[in-house]
């Protein structure tokens, strides 16, 4: 949820005025990231026969780039097509999704 309303809220940004609400935005993001990219690993780790671990981790890293491209590709299309807001927008209406999809599966 976090992700999700911190693209909405560089999505909301005018540009002007605005540098402490950029530099707070990042710094939230910086939080979500340190709070799971750790944990997504040892959930990985735990999850991963022993003798597989590392090439289970190392799948993670390869999946997460290659659904890195679609994502960067889809945000280009959409920032030439509609403007610059638009993939915030979009990356923030998915990640908000995707936290009501975790919820109901938690």
Do not use: C, N
Request: hydrophobic share 55%.
């Amino acid at each position: 949820m976090v992700y999700g309303l911190v693209y909405l809220g560089f999505a909301l940004l005018d540009g002007a005025g605005h540098a402490w609400l950029v530099w707070a935005l990042f710094a939230l993001y910086g939080l979500y990231s340190g709070f799971t990219d750790g944990v997504e690993k040892a959930l990985i780790s735990d999850l991963a026969p022993r003798e597989l671990r590392a090439a289970a981790i190392g799948l993670h890293g390869t999946l997460v780039g290659i659904g890195l491209f679609p994502a960067s590709f889809i945000a280009g299309q959409l920032w030439t097509a509609i403007g610059p807001a638009s993939p915030f927008y979009f990356g923030g209406g998915m990640g908000l999704l995707a936290g009501l999809g975790l919820l109901l599966v938690l």
